[in-house]
Every structure is written in C-alpha cells, then in structure tokens.
C-alpha cells in the first residue's frame, strides 16, 4: 500500500476562520485551515510582540544571569535577562530597559550593544521574534525592579558567573550555536580574555526547545535544539 502524497502543503492553505481564544495578557488564536486537497484542521499559536534577550558581561569576565521561579516547570531556571518590546520601541532600546528592569545592571558609558541575531521561538506554538544582544561592560546601578504585578512572584534573582564557570550548566553544543559564539568572539573588542566564552553557552535558553536563528546581517543559520538548564 503507497501513500499518495498531499496535493500542496499548509503554505497554500486558505484561511477559513480566525477565533480569538484569549485576548490577553498573551493573545491565543486558532485558525481553521482548508489544505489544498480538502482536508480542514484547526491550528492554535499564541500571538506576541518581538521581544529581546540580552547577553550582560562585565568588565571582569562575569555573566549576569536571572534566576528565577517558572511555574509551568515547577523548577528554577537560570536565563539571560529577555522580555517583550513595547510598541514602537527599537530591539535596542527594549534590550536596555529589560537589562535595568530585570537585573538592575546598566551598561557602562563606553559599552556597546552589539546584535548578535534574531531567532524565532518555538515557532510551530508562537510568532515570538527575539533579538539577542550582546552588552558589554555593563555595571550594577541600582536593584532589579521589575515591571508587572505578577513578577514579584516569581522570586528572582540576579547571578553572576564568570564566563568559564558558566560552561556546566548550558548545555552541549551544537554548531548554529556555535556561530552565534562566533560572533560573540567578534564583537568584543579588542579580543583579550573575555573572548574565550565556552562553545557549551546556548543563547536562547527558555527550556528544551527548537529555534530558527536568523543572522545579526540576514544569515540564515538554520535550526537548533536549545537544551534545559
């Protein structure tokens, strides 16, 4: 018995009806499909702003990570700080007013944001763009303040750990992660110690999922599988 492969895919599918499930705080739509050969299905994804994620180092070779509570994985995760961009707010901007809300550092008055790509997350459950930023030096300003109700609940924490150090609890690597890496290594300047970051560092980290990475300059670099903490 062969399989008679479909006539088209879900790309030419017409869009039958769009019912929004959940307004908010995080926007959840299902769409009803029509495939091209007949076959209707539903399709659910939560809709959401682009958002950032920084990678904070300090002059003195230190990670700035935020640990905290997250309920759907009754667990403790350690992440880069990250968060949603305001409407029309720039990914630089954004970048900075997370670092400050969600750790309290700021970047020094000589420090660069440097882009080092823009990935899609989970892309088959949400449209979620992010913007990974690399900041550097970046100094502790004040506490982490946060910026919704709901945080306070989330028991975090800021943690700092140097560079080498953080190689245990990334993950292994994998080779579009890698040429994120790459790009860390080129974008500090000039190349000394803090260049020596571990192959082992994911940079989007948000539990074990797949994300498509697109290039800081349009570089397509594919799929990778970001492991848990």
């Known amino acids: 018995m062969t399989n008679t492969p479909p006539v088209g895919t879900m790309k030419d599918a017409r869009l039958i ?3 929004i499930l959940l307004p ?3 926007r959840f739509v299902k769409e009803t499909l029509a495939m091209p050969d007949g076959y209707e299905c539903d399709w659910y994804y939560v809709d959401t ?3 950032v994620m920084i990678v904070p180092l300090t002059a003195d070779g230190q990670l700035v990570f935020v640990r905290q ?5 009754k667990s403790y995760q350690l992440e880069f700080p990250a968060g949603a961009m305001n409407e029309a707010e720039a990914p630089e901007a954004a970048a900075r007013r997370e670092l ?3 750790t309290g550092f700021t970047a020094e008055p000589t420090a660069r944001f440097r882009p080092l790509g823009a990935y899609y997350s989970l892309p088959s459950e949400t449209n979620k763009y992010t913007h990974v930023f690399l900041a550097a030096p970046v100094i502790a300003s004040g506490p982490a303040r946060g910026a919704t109700e709901i945080e306070k609940y989330f028991d975090m924490s800021v943690v700092l750990i140097p560079v080498d150090e953080a190689r245990p609890a ?3 690597e994998t080779a579009h992660r890698q040429q994120i890496l790459d ?3 080129d974008a500090v300047e000039p190349p000394d110690r803090l ?3 571990p192959a082992s560092l994911g940079l989007a980290r948000r539990g074990d999922r797949a994300v498509a990475i697109d290039g800081a300059e349009g570089v397509d670099l594919g799929l990778q599988r970001v492991e848990t903490i």
């Open 170 to 172: 990334q993950g292994r």
């Open 24 to 26: 908010k705080p995080k």
């Open 195 to 197: 260049c020596a970051l």
């Open 17 to 19: 009806e769009t019912e």
């Open 49 to 51: 702003p682009p958002s």
């Open 183 to 185: 790009r860390y290594r």
């Open 69 to 73: 509570y997250r309920h759907n994985l």
């Open 100 to 102: 400050e809300e969600e």
